[in-house]
């Protein structure tokens, strides 16, 4: 399995998430081809975008005041 950007918004939906354009980068350059003679699996996929998540986390978002 390879992660497109189509695959990568889908993922964010499921996922009820939204990724930094540093996190969306890092996910397709790592995920956007096979590492030959292997496959990424989906769980292989799943486990190493929780690690970049947590190694480069989101910036908190701020309290919308209207709320």
Known sequence: ????????????ESMHTSFTAG????????????????????QDIAEQINRICLECP????TRCPLE
């Open 1 to 12: 399995m390879i992660m497109t950007e189509k695959k990568l918004l889908e993922w964010e």
């Open 23 to 42: 996190q969306r980068r890092t996910i397709l350059d790592r995920f956007g081809k096979e590492p030959e003679p292997h496959e990424w699996s989906e």
């Open 58 to 61: 989101a910036p908190k978002r």
